[in-house]
């Protein structure tokens, strides 16, 4: 049995949290899985796992070994990255989850321009606003907005980005423009709801001008948890809607949407790559995130101000 790869499914499965899943982050049957951790808790005479029918449960034992073969594995990537940089370029597979604002209208058309600088990267992009769990499915690293609320991460901000208050002619045609954001509350307008992927909570609309701030919550038709589905709905009508200027510029420019409240200012997004602290930022992360920060410090509505 390969000590060091008997090492790494170990920690696979710890941070998976179940054999399955580990099987599948490593491209392996699950029985390979199963054998090479009853192998190890074989060749080291102590349980490091208990298995129940949903989940995995780390001993004592386990998580003394865990934490130790953790740096070990780090060390030698360490050593390993070292070498390949000295000779060679970034290259291997690398998995990435961004937002589908951020993947449709910035990352995507510049694809070309990132496989030209790095063409042996190998990318696996996961897209959508649903919080991924970096560990457990075995992500790289996020490019996600908003402030973090997971402190054991490692962040980089790298933009930022403003939001602004829009809605369609027609909407506006129904139902007037409003002139203060307290209009928007007194049962003559819709706006478009958003809430939160992870916990379902409504989010509120802040505004804010020479000093005023005001929080609306508002009556909604409709509410979503994706910055497109937003857009969509602010496009068909169906509300007043907080959205990204990166989300609005185009549909501004071709006035589908229009922007109303402009003398009111509302938040600002912060825009991170993130990664766990515990996985060692490889040549092909580095150059991600990288690449990632200049791609945002070139876009003028998104970099950090």
């Not at 990255?81 to 989850?97: E, K």
């Not at 997971?150 to 045609?173: C, H, K, M, W």
């Not at 005023?212 to 068909?236: F, M, P, T």
């Amino acid at each position: 049995m390969d000590q060091i790869q008997s090492m790494r499914v170990f920690t696979r499965v710890v941070e998976a949290g179940s054999f399955t899943r580990a099987a599948e982050s490593l491209d392996l049957p699950k029985g390979t899985v199963t054998k090479q951790i009853q192998a190890l808790e074989t060749r080291l005479r102590v349980k490091l796992l208990n298995r129940t029918t949903r989940r995995v449960i780390v001993t004592p034992d386990g998580a003394a070994y865990y934490e130790r073969v953790l740096r070990l594995l780090s060390d030698l990537d360490d050593i390993e990255a070292g070498m390949a940089n000295a000779q060679a370029r970034p290259s291997g597979r690398l998995r990435v989850d961004i937002g589908a604002s951020v993947a449709r209208l910035l990352v995507m058309p510049a694809l070309p321009e990132f496989f030209a600088r790095y063409p042996d990267i190998q990318l696996d992009l996961g897209v959508g606003d649903r919080p991924v769990d970096l560990i457990a499915d075995n992500v790289d690293c996020v490019i996600r907005g908003g402030e973090l609320s997971e402190q054991s991460l490692v962040a980089r901000r790298i933009g930022n980005v403003d939001f602004v208050t829009v809605a369609a002619p027609a909407y506006l045609a129904r139902h007037g423009t409003p002139a203060h954001p307290s209009e928007l509350e007194n049962g003559q307008h819709h706006l478009v709801g958003f809430f939160s992927s992870r916990t379902g909570r409504q989010y509120a609309h802040h505004f804010e001008r020479d000093g005023e701030v005001v929080e609306i919550h508002g009556h909604y038709q409709v509410a979503v948890n994706e910055s497109n589905a937003a857009s969509d709905a602010a496009r068909a009508g169906l509300g007043i809607a907080g959205l990204t200027r990166l989300d609005v510029a185009p549909h501004l420019a071709s006035g589908a949407l229009v922007q109303v409240l402009p003398d009111w200012r509302r938040r600002t997004l912060p825009f991170y790559v993130v990664y766990p602290p515990n996985r060692h930022l490889s040549a092909k992360v580095r150059a991600f995130v990288d690449w990632a920060a200049e791609l945002f410090a070139r876009h003028p509505d998104l970099r950090v101000r």
